[in-house]
């Protein structure tokens, strides 16, 4: 029992992670008709940019890791969204969905070739200790990430149902056509949530590096996670990247434990087609019709 | 779906398919000099020179089957790459293990292919055309981790070594040359079959599914039949290639059979052209060949390729058949533009 | 003259929201029945569920007292039931004759023979002739992406009866059509009508283009029969009027 505590606390840990990469992930698809492909990557790249500022201009942690992050949004925020998706959008989602491919392998590969191909060290900004509640031994650093998951993801939620910018972003998101009526600044809003979603990831990648370490090849398992977790919990809403996040989290989780280590990425894709035979609007969406 | 709305009615472009008589002569003659060609193009090439031409030809073939499923049907698969190392462990173990001749293992391999590709896809496709997307992502995982996990059949990581090679009347083709010529001729089949369906009423029905499917089930066309079959076609020139790859390299691990493999056999789609029967070659040259004969910008040419690709994205879509057909436009002075290709 | 196409009661609710609230109507055989009714009135709604696009949630479709409730489109069309969208849908990368060769393709032979068989399927003459009929001969090797508007429209009609269907269902063929073309696209209708026997449905808002047209002619309104009758019948009705003007 124990054992599986500290199983289920780790799971919604890595699923607090994927959670906010899904929630990225679906903001960008609704408001701009982007499936990300680089999403992982988008979550590779930030701890990696941070120690590559670190080790390219000496700089102290904190100036690190602000140089980093800050070029990060810029340039994967707003900069995907002016110079991939603008441009793109007008030939239509299918090359638009081809070009996020070739960044992703442009952010992978240049990762590698700029920064290292070696896993690195990311300094934690939790004490690595584990402590012990009923029994079972829990790290401090995954009681970390939920909080502070958690707290981003409540943060955004008033954001985005209390505020007048974040409820502008939302019409904008649901029908950007009436929103353009009523005046709402469509394409700052798009912009926006790319500007959001480059957050998302930077907090994700802060979180998850500790652990993971920061690796090129990080993305890969990430991204597809992340996507999995936006399909299962309804491919449209942010409250279903959550629950489909902390699903798959915990369910990759227990499986590593219980079934089988070498296969524990399989049980998450087994949920992702189970899904999709029975329930292919997702858990928490709404069926949509047949459309003429 | 979209209206034009008043322009464009006095002279309207001619469209390609009304030159078909022409441009589909055209292919073919391409397809048939190509061949004759790379018969005897490595003559004095040496070993691995030659070895490059043959790769090239067979990643063609998967490209070929990718172009099938996204460039004539609209159909985004993320697994092409998984069905060639299906094709390619099938031929492997077949060939390999139990002795079996490569004619019957080709053949296996694309059934097989055929069928996986009809069972995916009918789940898939009975919701929505881009869960195709979602669940070919996860087959592909799937396909990587048995070929890594499952030892005892696959080798794992270590992968599967002492592939023979195929005979012709007898005679053994274990001489790059050999093999090569074996190659072309098998490319040049599978080349000529799909040009065949691209120009029957299949090929319309595809591109038909492209470009409205609501409307073409209007008019009787049986989308879910001809969508499943565009995808499994695709497949199977997938498990056609692997079935040529494996006895190629004559060793095969899961590294060229993973997911980022399959973007990239995307990437030389749309490079090449999607939607044009000749554009899979010209990808393949672009992400094969090129790469092989510029070994020193090594691993960079990765990133060089993908921001090619992206740029070509931006300023023409079609590709590089896009920009040849827009050059020759230029060049001949006409606006025929829509003339030639599929697209 | 027995009915070709028999809809009863039937219903269809988006969310909470009712498009259709049980409709029944029949079609004879050789009609031209208009169907019309203020914007949001379920007109849309209804042919797509009589058409398969949209599975209703209660009621019955009947084709020749033949029940094809719920059945696919295309399989639909090969029964002899054809149909033109409220918006334009031609295949724009496709010349005239291709797009009214795939209108055709499908309605004869075998997946096998449309594989081996040839390119154009034996409809080569066949589009030409549907082609000239809707005086569109000049342009048969165009892309039909580049026609005008109205030319496309003429293209999307002729296409949904290269087949020679039984029964067509027209979603506002009149709508963005200009004078001239209108005039064209109603002789052309009723040619088909007479010559053929084809049995037309039609949703229109043009009121002179339904009123000269249609042999009879059905109000919906709020998702429900309001009216029915022939074109001087319906046009006399006072709830007709009502329900016109109050909106």
């Keep these: ?292 | ?343 | 003259m027995g009915q070709v196409l028999e809809v009863s009661n039937i219903h269809k609710a988006f969310g909470g929201i009712k498009a259709v609230n049980g409709v029944s109507f029949g079609v004879n055989e050789g009609e031209i029945l208009g169907i019309i009714g203020p914007n949001g009135c379920g007109k849309s709604t209804l042919f797509n569920c009589i058409l398969g696009q949209l599975e209703p949630s209660e009621g019955s479709v009947k084709l020749d007292g033949k029940e094809v409730t719920g059945m696919r489109p295309s399989e639909l069309n090969r029964l002899g039931v054809s149909r033109t969208f409220q918006l334009l849908q031609v295949f724009p990368e496709l010349s005239v004759r291709e797009n009214l060769i795939l209108a055709g393709q499908e309605h004869e032979g075998t997946m096998l023979s449309r594989f081996f068989g040839r390119r154009d399927a034996g409809l080569s003459e066949k589009a030409d002739k549907m082609i000239g009929f809707f005086k569109l001969g000049h342009l048969v090797d165009a892309k039909a992406g580049g026609l005008s508007y109205g030319q496309q429209k003429l293209l999307d009609a002729a296409m949904a009866f290269m087949a020679g269907p039984r029964l067509v269902l027209l979603d506002e063929p009149a709508g963005g059509v200009n004078l001239t073309m209108l005039g064209d696209l109603k002789e052309r209708l009723r040619a088909i009508n007479a010559e053929q026997g084809a049995t037309f449905v039609v949703i229109e808002h043009n009121m002179d283009f339904v009123m000269s047209l249609c042999t009879r002619v059905l109000v919906l309104a709020e998702g429900k029969v309001l009216a029915e009758g022939s074109p001087a019948e319906v046009r006399a009705n006072p709830q007709v009027i009502e329900a016109y003007l109050g909106h």
């Design chain 2, 1 to 343: 779906m979209t209206a034009p709305a008043t322009h464009g009615s006095a002279t309207p472009r001619q469209s390609r398919i009304a030159a078909l008589p022409a441009s589909v002569d055209g292919i073919l003659v391409t397809l048939v000099l190509g061949a004759v060609i790379l018969w005897f193009a490595p003559v004095g090439m040496g070993r691995y020179g030659t070895y490059v031409l043959s790769l090239w030809l067979v990643m063609s073939i998967a490209v070929m089957g990718l172009n099938l499923t996204l460039g004539y049907a609209g159909l985004k698969s993320l697994a092409q790459a998984a069905f060639m190392g299906l094709g390619a462990y099938a031929t492997a173990l077949l060939t390999g293990k139990l002795g079996m001749n490569w004619y019957a293992a080709f053949a296996i391999s694309g059934l097989i292919t055929f069928a996986v590709g009809l069972l995916l896809g009918f789940p898939a496709l009975r919701v929505q055309a881009h869960y195709l997307a979602f669940v070919t992502l996860a087959f592909s995982t799937l396909i990587w981790l048995i070929l890594r996990n499952e030892q005892w059949l696959t080798g794992g990581v270590f992968g599967l070594s002492n592939i023979p090679r195929p005979s012709v009347f007898g005679l053994k083709l274990d001489g790059a040359l050999a093999f090569h010529r074996f190659v072309v001729v098998v490319t040049f089949i599978l080349a000529i079959a799909l040009w065949w369906m691209i120009r029957s009423p299949w090929g319309r029905a595809f591109m038909a599914l492209r470009e409205n499917p609501v409307r073409a089930a209007s008019l009787g066309v049986d989308t879910r039949m001809y969508t499943l079959l565009a995808f499994a076609i695709g497949s199977a020139y997938a498990g056609f290639a692997g079935a040529l790859y494996a006895p190629l390299v004559e060793f095969i691990d899961p590294s060229p059979f993973s997911l980022s493999q399959s973007f990239f056999l995307l990437l030389m789609v749309v490079a090449g052209g999607s939607g044009y029967l000749l554009g899979p070659f010209i990808g393949a040259l672009l992400g094969v060949v090129l790469p092989e004969w510029l070994r020193v910008v090594g691993s960079l040419y990765l990133i060089v390729f993908a921001t090619i690709v992206m740029l070509l994205l931006i300023a023409c879509p079609q590709g590089v058949s896009g920009l040849l057909e827009r050059g020759w436009a230029k060049l001949t002075g006409k606006n025929n533009l829509a003339k030639t290709g599929a697209r």
């Design chain 1, 1 to 292: 029992m124990a054992e599986f505590i500290a199983y289920l606390i780790a799971g919604i840990a890595t699923g607090a992670i994927y959670a906010l990469a899904a929630i990225g992930f679906t903001l960008v698809w609704q408001t701009s008709q982007t499936i990300n492909f680089a999403q992982g990557e988008f979550v590779m790249l930030p701890a990696v940019l941070v120690l590559l500022a670190i080790k390219l201009f000496g700089a102290p942690i904190w100036l690190g890791a602000l140089i980093g992050i800050a070029a990060f949004i810029l340039i994967f925020g707003a900069g995907f969204k002016l110079a991939v998706v603008d441009p793109m959008i007008r030939h239509g989602v299918l090359p638009l969905a081809i070009a996020t491919m070739a960044l992703s392998i442009i952010m992978k590969e240049g990762a590698k070739d700029a920064f290292s191909a070696e896993a690195q060290n990311f300094p934690s900004f939790v004490p690595t200790e584990t402590i012990s509640v009923l029994g079972a031994s829990i790290s401090l650093q995954h009681v970390a990430i939920i909080i502070v998951a958690f707290a981003v993801i409540g943060l955004l939620q008033w954001f985005v149902g209390s505020t007048r910018l974040g409820r502008q972003m939302q019409a904008t998101a649901q029908n950007p056509t009436v929103a353009r009526i009523l005046g709402i600044p469509v394409e700052r809003m798009v912009l926006l949530t790319f500007v959001i979603n480059a957050a998302l990831a930077v907090v994700a990648s802060v979180l998850i590096s500790p652990i993971y370490l920061a690796k090129f090849s990080n993305g890969e398992v990430i991204g597809l996670f992340a996507f999995i977790a936006a399909i299962v919990g309804g491919f449209n809403q942010v409250r279903g990247a959550l629950v489909g996040g902390l699903l798959v989290g915990i369910v990759d989780s227990l499986a590593a434990a219980y079934i089988s280590a070498s296969y524990r990425l399989a049980v998450p894709l087994i949920l992702l087609v189970v899904i999709i035979l029975l329930k292919p609007e997702g858990l928490m969406g709404r069926k949509e019709e047949r459309r003429v």
